[in-house]
T-cell receptor
Framework: GEDVEQSLFLSVREGDSSVINCTYT??????LYWYKQEPGAGLQLLTY?????DMKQDQRLTVLLNKKDKHLSLRIADTQTGDSAIYFC???????????FGKGTMLLVSP | EAQVTQNPRYLITVTGKKLTVTCSQN?????MSWYRQDPGLGLRQIYY???????DKGDVPEGYKVSRKEKRNFPLILESPSPNQTSLYFC?????????????FGPGTRLTVL
């Protein structure tokens, strides 16, 4: 079955870049997502990438996909304290199928 | 405003007392889903629905029921709650059309079963 793995914790200083990594097992995954969960809140979609893309950039966010290694990363440039949250990687096999989530990476940004 | 709403946001109940958590979306989405979030386990899908009157089990359906009589509503029913169902529950919805499967999440319902 599908499996999505993430490191559980990342700590960075304000102004540094953060890189959150994710690996997945199902090579049929078509869409890969990054969600953000702030304390006490639901999940907010940050960005997603199709499996036929290598990279996607959206302001401070850069997503890199290595389909051969089934590795996905999220880079946050100029990390701010407001970026402190849990970040979830997720994948789905099609545009409307079930999402499989990783366990989440807690990002802590210190001043 | 496009949104997914859940009620109640917080609930403390006792073992065996039937409860329903409501979920409603105003985006005319076909797909709706329930997840539970537990420490160290991430989000696990309970049930999902591809459209009205179409529901399917997710990864952890035991102890839960759902119904999809209308497109906008997808209630989660716990017929006889047990302490291991203490969790944070999220409802989500998305369209079946187009690409990207952007799921919109509700704010969550924190359930404690004593």
């Amino acid at each position: 079955g599908e499996d999505v793995e993430q490191s559980l914790f990342l700590s960075v200083r304000e102004g540094d870049s953060s890189v959150i990594n994710c690996t997945y097992t199902d090579s049929s995954s078509t869409y890969l997502y990054w969600y953000k969960q702030e304390p006490g809140a639901g999940l907010q979609l940050l960005t997603y990438i199709f499996s036929n893309m290598d990279m996607k950039q959206d302001q401070r966010l850069t997503v890199l996909l290595n389909k051969k290694d089934k590795h996905l990363s999220l880079r946050i440039a100029d990390t701010q304290t407001g970026d402190s949250a849990i970040y979830f990687c997720a994948e789905s096999l099609s545009g409307y199928s079930t999402l499989t989530f990783g366990k989440g990476t807690m990002l802590l940004v210190s001043p | 405003e496009a949104q997914v709403t859940q009620n109640p946001r917080y609930l403390i109940t006792v073992t065996g007392k039937k409860l329903t958590v409501t979920c409603s979306q105003n985006m005319n989405h076909e797909y709706m889903s329930w997840y539970r979030q537990d420490p160290g386990l991430g989000l696990r899908q309970i049930y999902y629905s591809m459209n009205v009157e179409v529901t399917d089990k997710g990864d952890v359906p035991e102890g839960y029921k759902v119904s999809r009589k209308e497109k906008r509503n997808f209630p989660l029913i716990l017929e006889s709650p047990s302490p291991n169902q203490t969790s944070l529950y999220f409802c989500a919805s998305s369209t079946n059309r187009g690409s990207g499967n952007t799921q919109y999440f509700g704010p969550g319902t924190r359930l404690t079963v004593l």
